[in-house]
């Protein structure tokens, strides 16, 4: 068979298999795509209807196969919930399938990568104040990932980075991305982490302008998870914005990291987000953070952030003395969740336990949210297997996105400005005019 990408992996094997799922009674007949850790199903060959995926975790065990009146099959026991048996009229061709399977869990063991040589590195899709994001693939198994290089040429603190790595690397959560190593060399630090085929929110929001609320409900409900869990581990983040939140291919989200060399309380973070308090110079806390979620929430609902100026200082002074403005389609719901969330007096902002308790999030069930059993409501599209393009779904960085924006701002206030120029001169003609007849 043909090798060629998929899902930014290398296909193993492709073909129809008898599925099962659970002991249940109903058998149909699939068109499974195994890459690198990961059984793919679909409808049919034609792959234009997903159905979903069997994760071949480090724990999963398969069984030995056994007959079935003229069928065979073997079972595949992910967890103690997750239980999928597979079938196949040849034995043979089901004992390849099963071999290439007990493969790809045994190599969720395989050493980790410890070496910039390790990785094929492919494209730049990120840069920060201390080095660039780079999407790689792992040489041992083809598995693709993102690679933030730090040249120590740099003036940072590389105990805190290395301190706060190996802290965040320990963290394991559904809407967290994952940290799958780190590692240094004589000129530069590493840190491995699991690629996001959605690529940045700030992507999706800068292409649909704003989102309906029925988005921001699912992507918040998702997103507060991931905070709470960070503030239940003592981390506050100080980096909520739309450029730290990511999708899956799934449509499902994952919060990145704060910054790997700030300390809990420092004056960090972007200025549309940051709080009254922190701008005042008192320290970060958890309550900060509430407050970025009110700044975001609204910017995904308007399209803009409420106090969002190009001059620092003014927006500044907005943040710590303006009333919020809300547009008439923002819901009454909405504008009293922005409205508690971004209360000036941190002693009386919302906490992270209010917020799930908030009429915004009115029906919605956590515990779904955390088994990600609530659809997407996101469209994520991915690169073609063929497309030769591997960050056609990622953009390499918003920087260019914005200088755009700022441009276009630029350009509406000079098209103001001449229009009232215009204004002006007609209004002198005319008074010239008047002028002239009456002399």
Known sequence: ????????????????????????????KF???LVSKVLFYYKDKEKKVFLGIIPLKP?????KIFSQSNQHNFQIKVDSKELFELGLDSKKELE????????SISKESAAKPKNISDFTLFSLIGKSALGKVLKVRTNDDQRISALKIISKNRNFNKELVLSNAKKFMSINHPFIIPI????????????????MEGGEVFFHLQKESKFPEKKVQFLCSELICALSFFHQKGIIHQYLKPEKIFFDRFGHIRLGYPSFTQLETTFVGTPEYLAPEVISGENTTKASDLWSLGILIYEMLVGIPPFYDEHMMTMFHQILTQPIQFPSYVSTVAKDLILKL????????????????????????????????????????????????????????DDQMKKEKEKDKEKEKDKEKDEKDEDEKDKEKEKDEKDKDEK
């Open 180 to 195: 799958q190593n780190f590692f240094e060399d004589e000129s530069k630090l590493a840190i491995n982490f699991e690629f």
């Open 31 to 33: 068109w499974f795509v």
């Open 59 to 63: 724990k999963a065990k398969t069984t």
């Open 1 to 28: 068979m043909e090798s060629f990408l998929e899902f930014g992996n290398i296909i193993k094997k492709e073909g129809y298999l008898y599925l099962k799922k659970n002991n249940s009674q109903t058998i149909d």
């Open 96 to 103: 390849n399938w099963k071999m290439l399977i007990d493969n």
């Open 342 to 397: 971004l209360e000036r007096d941190p002693k009386n902002r919302y906490t992270i336990n209010q917020v799930f308790q908030h009429p915004f999030f009115k029906g919605i069930d956590f515990d779904l949210v955390l088994e990600k059993k609530i659809q997407s409501p996101f469209t994520i599209y991915l690169a073609s297997p063929r497309s030769g393009s591997p960050d056609i779904f990622f953009p390499e960085k």
